[in-house]
Structures are given as structure tokens and as C-alpha cells.
């Protein structure tokens, strides 16, 4: 179990990390709900046609969406850029990669 948590600690650390934010929002998202509901005369559902899942899911998929785009795009375009100014520093100094074989 100790070589476990040591081989996989930051793994285990986000998702801990993952896991507390997503209930906080969870949390903090039910008491603007409930508390809207109330304004209006309604009663705060979880579940069903208005209740307060729909908004969570809707507010995550949105959050998960924008992130996972921004994370692509660094990707691709730190891929592509290094990529582009490796193949020119070795145009110019006549550097060779060795075969890893």
C-alpha cells in the first residue's frame, strides 16, 4: 500500500483535489439554487424536470469543455512550434538525431 501511494502520489493528490473542488461546487451551486427557488416561490428538487442536477451538470460539462479545448490546443501548437524550431536548429547546425536502436 506505501509503494502504492508513493508510485501513483500525484495522481492520488488530484484527484483528492479534483474530488473537494467538484463538491464545493456542488455544494455552493445547491445553496444559489435552493436559494433562488425560494425567491421565486418554488421548492429546491434535486432531481426532475427543474431540479438543481441539470444546472451542476450543465455548469461541469461546461467547465470540462473549455478546459479539455485549452489543453488540446496547448498541446498541438507546443507540439507543432517545437517541432518547427527543432527541424531548423538542426538545418542550421547540421546536428543529426542517432537512431535509439
Do not use: C
Amino acid at each position: 500500500m506505501v509503494r502504492f501511494i508513493k508510485n501513483y502520489s500525484l495522481s492520488l493528490v488530484l484527484a483528492a483535489l479534483f474530488l473537494l473542488s467538484w463538491l464545493f461546487h456542488g455544494l455552493t451551486g445547491w445553496k444559489a439554487y435552493s436559494a433562488d427557488q425560494l425567491e421565486h416561490g418554488g421548492t429546491p428538487t434535486l432531481w426532475g424536470d427543474t431540479g438543481f442536477v441539470w444546472p451542476f451538470l450543465e455548469g461541469t460539462l461546461e467547465n470540462w469543455q473549455s478546459e479539455f479545448l485549452q489543453l488540446l490546443s496547448m498541446v498541438v501548437l507546443t507540439a507543432w512550434l517545437i517541432h518547427k524550431a527543432l527541424n531548423r536548429a538542426t538545418r542550421r547546425t547540421g546536428w543529426k538525431r542517432r537512431s535509439m536502436r
